[in-house]
């Protein structure tokens, strides 16, 4: 979730002074130019002195709108310096005019805000900026993205979180474009709220924004897991492993076991076998079957058995043992074939009485050793499923012997 939440803040509003304000004078207008200008420049030394001289000798009234302006060019002069506690002190008199303009109230809100944000007062911040909105809108006036960003951290940062998501979501959605901390921000919400739909469709702009960023990948594909839509899981799946963004065992094995489904054995193998190969993938007995399995269904039996058989050296089990004897009978690698039919018989296989015996009994023929072979034939005549076929099998051996 959120480490850390912050913003890079626009430079503070400056006057918004017109000259042909019949509010004041031309002298007045020219001089608090000149100190902008100062602030501006970041000459604090003469911007200063200039703002002692100017409020001391011409504007003494608190309520004039002169000293109003007054205050507000303090205001800058503290804030551009990071004195946010001075800055604030100044913006608060500012506003106590109670016949500032509107455009130069805003202004000085909005400035104000910035402030207490900066010192990460954000019961305050909340405050001034949702004034500063509701006047902004009541008359008509835009307010930009921006705003709504520092407005949507604030309520994060006081654990309002709907609020948050609200004022981020919609700072997005009237942005010119796509910032990627912006939208960073409202995935992140978004997941914390649980709105795992809407956390999808961030996360999709995320990876249009920045492609390139793995970690978006990574993003998409746990989301569409959260959403329990098995389709769009699996697809998130694949497009992370196309990224090379996954990192958990659990997303390899699921999505190898999702293109066996679909029938599609090279993918499920190339998914596993860079999964061992790069140790995010257990190289264990239960994930070499699964892998052996994959290469049985593109009908890759050879590379199939030597997965098996590497399955069977980690851990002695009949049925792994029974598999490859099977496999490599079915495949004629006879001198394979009894070697691990013979173990699963060591290892007390039974599913199917004789079965074994038989099996080995034709495999010893296959490779000429014809005694051997006749010994397995009669172990499968004492069992009543393979009597039959053995008593086939002794049978020919004896024509070929009498021939």
Request: hydrophobic fraction near 40%; include cysteine; charged fraction near 30%.
């Amino acid at each position: 979730m959120f480490k850390k939440l912050f913003i890079l803040l626009a430079i503070f509003s400056g006057l918004n002074l017109n000259a042909a304000d019949d509010a004041i004078s031309r002298f007045v207008y020219e001089y608090l130019k000149r100190i902008n200008e100062f602030i501006e420049e970041n000459d604090f030394e003469n911007a200063e002195r200039e703002l002692q001289i100017f409020s001391k000798r011409y504007f003494l009234n608190e309520q004039s709108y002169e000293r109003a302006l007054i205050n507000q060019l303090y205001g800058n002069f503290y804030a551009v310096q990071g004195k946010y506690d001075e800055a604030i002190d100044k913006y608060e008199a500012s506003l106590r005019f109670k016949k500032m303009p509107f455009v130069t109230g805003l202004a000085v809100k909005k400035n104000l805000a910035q402030c207490y944000f900066q010192l990460s007062n954000y019961k305050d911040t909340i405050r001034v900026l949702e004034a500063y909105i509701a006047e902004a809108e009541k008359r008509g006036q835009l307010y930009g993205p921006r705003d709504l960003i520092m407005l949507g951290i604030s309520y994060y940062q006081n654990d309002e979180l709907e609020k948050a998501y609200t004022n981020i979501k919609k700072a997005n959605s009237i942005s010119n474009d796509y910032k990627e901390d912006w939208l960073g921000y409202e995935l992140a919400i978004a997941v914390k709220l649980e709105k795992y739909k809407e956390a999808v469709e961030v996360a999709q702009l995320l990876v249009f924004v920045n492609p390139e960023k793995k970690e978006y990948w990574k993003q998409i594909s746990g989301l569409y897991y959260t959403t329990n839509d098995e389709n769009e899981s699996l697809a998130g799946l694949e497009l992370a492993f196309e990224k090379n963004t996954l990192t958990k065992e659990k997303e390899y094995l699921d999505l190898a076991r999702y293109y066996l489904y679909k029938e599609l054995p090279q993918k499920a193998i190339k998914v596993l076998e860079f999964g061992i190969n790069n140790n995010i993938v257990n190289g264990n007995k239960k994930n070499y079957e699964l892998l052996a399995d994959s290469y049985f269904f593109l009908r890759d039996r050879d590379i199939g058995i030597n997965y098996l058989i590497k399955s069977l050296e980690m851990e002695s089990d009949p049925n792994t043992a029974f598999k490859i004897g099977r496999f490599a009978f079915e495949e004629e690698n006879w001198k394979l074939a009894i070697k691990y039919l013979k173990e699963a018989k060591v290892l007390n296989y039974n599913k199917v009485p004789g079965r074994l015996d038989l099996l080995i009994g034709i495999s010893l023929y296959e490779s000429n050793e014809y005694s051997s072979a006749i010994s397995y034939f009669n172990k499968a005549l004492e069992f009543e499923e393979t009597k039959t076929p053995a008593e086939g099998w002794l049978a020919f051996m004896n024509e070929l012997e009498n021939s």
